[in-house]
């Protein structure tokens, strides 16, 4: 499929750049949020997860270094998967991972078949996309979950486009759980949660969905 402007833009210099950034081991990613949020992601990631079978199959759309697949894979989750727009960054995560399977790919078109995951997540992806992209960003979450989609992005309560270092038309805060429920019904909320930020009024929000079919 054609390149989005905002996928020439995440997977070229300024990709690169935020990548070189951001690349923290565990231990500073759980510092970065505690000092956001007061509590750690190790910790957000129990909450939501801890009663979810280990053996379950996982999908992490925009790895990035893969942090968030390791924090999973420190958990004792064993069957992970990630897919990432930025060659650069699958590189440096297949250097710093083991035993997880990671491939270029976009959520505009997820290469994996129908309800081939247990769960599909996201962790601030879904706010780089267009809103006129979004639905179908959603909708390839939704197709390629058998069960659980878990997601944690900007929140507001409407969609709102936000300055990032200078650069329009990358970043989008949004009420993305209200999306996935309006445009999939069967999907039901397990859990969310509203997280703000310590030293200013930015609001995250953390959601885990369910399809009620299931």
């Known amino acids: ?36 949020f007061g509590i ?3 910790d957000l990631n129990t909450e939501f997860l801890s009663f979810l079978d280990k053996k379950i199959r ?35 995560a297949k250097k710093r991972t083991k035993n997880i399977n990671l491939v270029t790919a976009s959520v505009l078109n997820i290469p994996f078949k129908d309800s081939f995951f247990d769960m599909v997540f996201t962790s601030r992806v ?8 979004l639905p179908k960003a959603i909708d390839e979450i939704y197709r390629t979950s058998r069960e659980y989609i878990w997601c944690f992005e900007y929140f507001s ?3 709102q486009e936000i300055n990032y270092r200078g650069n329009k038309n990358v970043l989008w805060k949004n ?40």
């Open 126 to 133: 879904l706010i780089h996309v267009h809103p006129k992209d």
């Open 40 to 42: 750690s992601r190790t």
């Open 1 to 36: 499929m054609e390149k989005t402007y905002q996928m020439n833009f995440w997977s070229g210099e300024f990709g690169i750049n935020y990548t070189l950034r951001n690349d923290l081991s565990l231990e500073e990613l759980d510092k970065l949020y505690i000092n956001n």
């Open 58 to 92: 996982i999908l992490e759309v925009g790895t990035n270094v893969g942090l968030q697949l390791l924090n999973l894979q420190r958990m004792g989750f064993k069957d992970l998967l990630g897919i990432e727009i930025m060659d650069y960054a699958v590189e440096l």
């Open 175 to 214: 009420n993305f759980m209200k999306i996935f429920l309006e445009r999939h019904p069967d999907l039901e909320v397990v859990k969310e949660k509203k997280f703000k930020y310590k030293n200013n009024n930015n609001v995250d929000m953390m959601f885990l969905l369910r399809k009620s079919f299931v």
């Open 157 to 159: 309560d409407t969609c």
